[in-house]
């Protein structure tokens, strides 16, 4: 079974860019997770979709921070314009539901804002 | 307010020894879900152990156990015969499913190295 995908694996731009994260999660997997992940501390939620509806973005930054998830299955997150505050590794998560125990984990893309 | 606390940074054992790294917990709801996820260097969170707040028994995976003291609402990972390649960092997390955020809370976890 394939895992979470996400690209690109790195990215490195300098503030005020645009910069766009992808992610393919686990076929039939209704739940999709963005977690930020700053250095030196654990994960923290940016956004949870069910299907291709959002279930929480309470702590996404909307001014700068977007994501869409069409047809409920890739998901896109867009950062414009970047902050050297948002330097972090951005990790996709995905779920067979909202209720179930394991969220399995795609390997990050790691943002450099300069 | 849901809330993860691991207190210890770093922590080193020997190889073949055993090691727990400590977590608690901040609610007053029932229902709840606490995981433990490893965090090797590559980045990738890989899942290691599962303990649901109704579950009598504490959850054990291979070489890995959870020690579940629901009354101090602590859930320590325990990890018996500790090898080179379980050096990483280690992170609890929490999970309300019914009455609060439904994706993972984590706390800032634990760099764990063990020693030859």
């Known amino acids: 079974e394939a895992g979470v995908a996400q690209s690109p694996r790195y990215k490195i731009i300098e503030k005020r860019q645009s910069v766009a994260f992808w992610c393919n999660p686990i076929?039939?997997?209704?739940?999709l997770y963005w977690y930020q992940q700053i250095l030196g501390q654990g994960p923290k939620l940016l956004i949870q979709?069910?299907?291709?509806?959002?279930?929480?973005d309470s702590q996404l930054p909307k001014d700068r921070f977007s994501a869409e998830r069409l047809k409920g299955v890739d998901s896109t997150l867009k950062i414009q314009p970047a902050k050297l505050e948002d330097s972090a590794v951005y990790l996709c998560?995905?779920?067979?539901?909202?209720?179930?125990?394991?969220?399995?984990f795609g390997p990050g893309t790691r943002l450099t804002v300069l | 307010a849901q809330k993860i606390t691991q207190t210890q940074p770093g922590m080193f054992v020997q190889e073949k020894e055993a090691v727990t790294l400590d977590c608690t917990y901040d609610?007053?709801?029932?229902?709840?879900?606490l995981f433990w996820y490893k965090q090797p260097s590559s980045g990738e969170m890989i899942f290691l152990i599962y303990?649901?707040?109704?579950?009598?028994q504490n959850a054990t995976e291979g070489r890995y156990s959870l020690n579940f003291q629901k009354a101090r609402k602590s859930a320590n990972l325990v990890i018996s015969a500790s090898q080179l390649g379980d050096s990483a960092m280690y992170f609890c997390?929490?999970?309300?499913?019914?009455?609060?955020?439904?994706?993972?809370?984590f706390g800032s976890g634990t760099r764990l190295q063990v020693q030859p």
């Open positions: 979709f069910q299907n291709n509806g959002v279930v929480d």
């Open positions: 998560a995905s779920s067979l539901g909202d209720r179930v125990n394991e969220q399995f």
């Open positions: 609610t007053s709801d029932q229902s709840y879900g």
């Open positions: 076929s039939g997997h209704a739940t």
């Open positions: 997390a929490s999970l309300y499913p019914y009455t609060g955020r439904r994706a993972l809370t």
């Open positions: 303990q649901g707040s109704y579950d009598e």
